[in-house]
């Protein structure tokens, strides 16, 4: 089961999902593509089944940071 969650900010996620389908998942990871209505801003996260985070950092001026 794949997980993604999105959050603003320094808050605690207010937006996840779940997806059974691999595919689906990382398709719907990448449709996320700015900061959203954060302030400063947004962080993306999608969890494998194998417990790694990818982690997607939308930063209101335009930066993006991608980690693992």
């Given at each position: 089961?794949?997980?993604?969650?999105?959050?603003?900010?320094?808050?605690?996620?207010?937006?996840?999902?779940?997806?059974?389908?691999?595919?689906?998942?990382?398709?719907?990871?990448?449709?996320?593509?700015?900061?959203?209505?954060?302030?400063?801003?947004?962080?993306?996260?999608?969890?494998?089944?194998?417990?790694?985070?990818?982690?997607?950092?939308?930063?209101?001026e335009g930066r993006k940071v991608v980690t693992k």
């Amino acid at each position: 089961m794949y997980k993604i969650t999105v959050a603003y900010d320094s808050n605690a996620p207010h937006w996840q999902k779940d997806y059974p389908d691999e595919m689906k998942a990382w398709q719907a990871f990448f449709q996320f593509t700015d900061w959203g209505t954060a302030n400063e801003y947004s962080t993306v996260n999608i969890y494998t089944p194998e417990l790694v985070c990818y982690t997607k950092v939308f930063y209101r001026e335009g930066r993006k940071v991608v980690t693992k």
